[in-house]
């Protein structure tokens, strides 16, 4: 069973790769109903009920995945960004900090960080995890301008400073 496994993950990634995450989520859904704790299948499944934004559906593979390793940034990463567009923002937080606590200058969890804190109106506090973000990763710079979640704080003068 070991080595239907590992061609079904590659197979899954393989869809994946090519653009076809129904199809994958089939995959790993065949996993899952040979080993229900594969953490790999658990975190390639929630990540596409993410993308489907089946947020919900996508938290609770993420709490099966910590069940197993609490210390798995990844599924912290993904389940706060669930909860953020899900507008828990205080569970997303809680689950950057997770990640934080390990990685403290992870750039994508600080960026993520400061979306939440904006999204929760802590304008000066975002701005400033999302100038460090920034200071760790130069393309974060052009991501936020773009960024939904910034869109009512771009005229302000200090994002401008820290985004131009």
Same mark, same amino acid.
């Given at each position: 069973?070991?080595?239907? =496994? !590992?061609?079904?993950?590659?197979?899954? *990634? +393989?869809?994946?790769?090519?653009? %076809?995450?129904?199809? @994958?989520?089939? =995959?790993?859904?065949?996993?899952?109903? *040979?080993?229900?704790?594969? =953490?790999?299948?658990?975190?390639k499944k929630g990540h596409i009920l993410g993308k489907l934004a089946r947020y919900q559906q996508a938290i609770i593979h993420y709490d099966k995945v910590? +069940?197993?390793?609490?210390?798995?940034?990844?599924?912290?990463?993904?389940?706060? &960004?669930?909860?953020?567009?899900?507008?828990?923002?205080?569970?997303?937080?809680?689950?950057?900090?997770?990640?934080? !606590?390990?990685?403290?200058?992870?750039?994508?969890?600080?960026?993520?960080? @400061?979306? +939440? &804190?904006?999204?929760? *109106? %802590? #304008?000066? !506090?975002?701005?400033? =995890?999302?100038?460090?973000?920034?200071?760790?990763?130069?393309?974060?710079?052009?991501?936020?301008? *773009?960024?939904?979640?910034?869109?009512?704080?771009?005229?302000?003068?200090?994002?401008?400073? #820290?985004?131009?």
């Open positions: 069973m070991e080595n239907n =496994v !590992e061609r079904l993950l590659e197979e899954g *990634q +393989t869809l994946l790769n090519l653009g %076809n995450p129904k199809e @994958a989520s089939v =995959v790993y859904d065949k996993i899952l109903s *040979q080993e229900p704790n594969n =953490v790999e299948a658990l975190l910590l +069940t197993q390793d609490n210390q798995n940034l990844l599924a912290w990463l993904n389940k706060g &960004l669930s909860h953020h567009f899900e507008n828990e923002f205080q569970s997303a937080l809680d689950c950057y900090e997770k990640v934080l !606590e390990s990685k403290p200058n992870n750039a994508t969890t600080l960026y993520n960080k @400061a979306s +939440t &804190l904006v999204k929760m *109106q %802590n #304008i000066k !506090e975002g701005l400033i =995890v999302l100038e460090k973000a920034i200071k760790l990763d130069f393309s974060i710079k052009a991501k936020a301008k *773009q960024d939904l979640d910034f869109q009512e704080i771009k005229k302000l003068n200090e994002f401008k400073e #820290i985004t131009e």
